[in-house]
T-cell receptor
C-alpha cells in the first residue's frame, strides 16, 4: 500500500470556523490531490499539486485553499467552514500526472 | 467534458457466483485509461484494475476482469467466485492520457455490491 496518511481522520466543527486537513506521503511522489466524496456524486477533485508550491484548481474549488511547502505534505484549508462542506475528504498521490492515483484513508468532516 | 455513468446503483450476488458491474463513458479522446476502484466499509479507496485504451486485450487481476468495448465506450467489471470480502462500493473512473488535464480522474457515482452467503 502507498504510504499516505491523513489527519485528522474525523472532525466535527462549527460553521464559520477555519479547518485544515493534512495529507502526508512517504512515497516522494510529485503529484498530490484533494477530492471530496458526497452521496450521489462519486469523488470530485478540489485542488491538486504538481510540485512544491505548485497548485491548481479542480472542479469544486470554491471555498477551499491548499498549500504545499514540502514534497510530503499537502494541506487543504477551509477558511470559513459551511454546512455544504460536510463531506468525506480524500487525498491521493501519483508519481506523474499519468500514473495511477493511490488514495489515503479519508477524513470525515462534519460542519454543524 | 468526459462523463462516466454507472447505471446500477446496487447489485447483489451469491457467494461463489459471478457478477458483472456496468460502466459507460463519454469522451472524444482516443488515448485514455479506465479504472475500477473498490471502497469497502472501511472507506479506503482501493485500485482493483486498470485498462489502457490502446490495449486491445482485456485486463485481468486474479478473480477480477474487465470487458472493454472501446467503440461502444463500455467498461464492465466481472468478479468471479465472489467472496464476502468483495462486498463494497465500486467506482468506475476515467482519465485522459495525453494533453491538458491528463491528471484528472472522472468518477462514476458508484455501484454498491452486496455478497450474500
Amino acid at each position: 500500500d502507498a504510504g499516505i496518511t491523513q489527519s485528522p481522520r474525523h472532525k466535527v466543527t462549527e460553521t464559520g470556523t477555519p479547518v485544515t486537513l493534512r495529507c502526508h506521503q512517504t512515497e516522494n511522489h510529485r503529484y498530490m490531490y484533494w477530492y471530496r466524496q458526497d452521496p450521489g456524486h462519486g469523488l470530485r477533485l478540489i485542488h491538486y499539486s504538481y510540485g512544491v508550491k505548485d497548485t491548481d484548481k479542480g472542479e469544486v474549488s470554491d471555498g477551499y485553499s491548499v498549500s504545499r511547502s514540502k514534497t510530503e505534505d499537502f494541506l487543504l484549508t477551509l477558511e470559513s467552514a459551511t454546512s455544504s462542506q460536510t463531506s468525506v475528504y480524500f487525498c491521493a498521490i501519483s508519481a506523474t500526472s499519468q500514473d495511477t492515483q493511490y488514495f489515503g484513508p479519508g477524513t470525515r468532516l462534519t460542519v454543524l | 467534458a468526459q462523463t462516466v455513468t454507472q447505471s446500477q446503483p446496487e447489485m447483489s450476488v451469491q457467494e461463489a457466483e459471478t457478477v458483472t458491474l456496468s460502466c459507460t463513458y463519454d469522451t472524444s479522446e482516443s488515448d485514455y485509461y479506465l479504472f475500477w476502484y473498490k471502497q469497502p466499509p472501511s472507506r479506503q479507496m482501493i485500485l482493483v484494475i486498470r485498462q489502457e485504451a490502446y490495449k486491445q486485450q482485456n485486463a485481468t487481476e486474479n478473480r477480477f476482469s474487465v470487458n472493454f468495448q472501446k467503440a461502444a465506450k463500455s467498461f464492465s467489471l466481472k468478479i468471479s467466485d465472489s467472496q464476502l470480502g468483495d462486498a463494497a462500493m465500486y467506482f468506475c473512473a476515467y482519465r485522459r492520457n495525453s494533453g491538458g488535464s491528463n491528471y484528472k480522474l472522472t468518477f462514476g457515482k458508484g455501484t454498491l455490491l452486496t455478497v450474500n452467503p
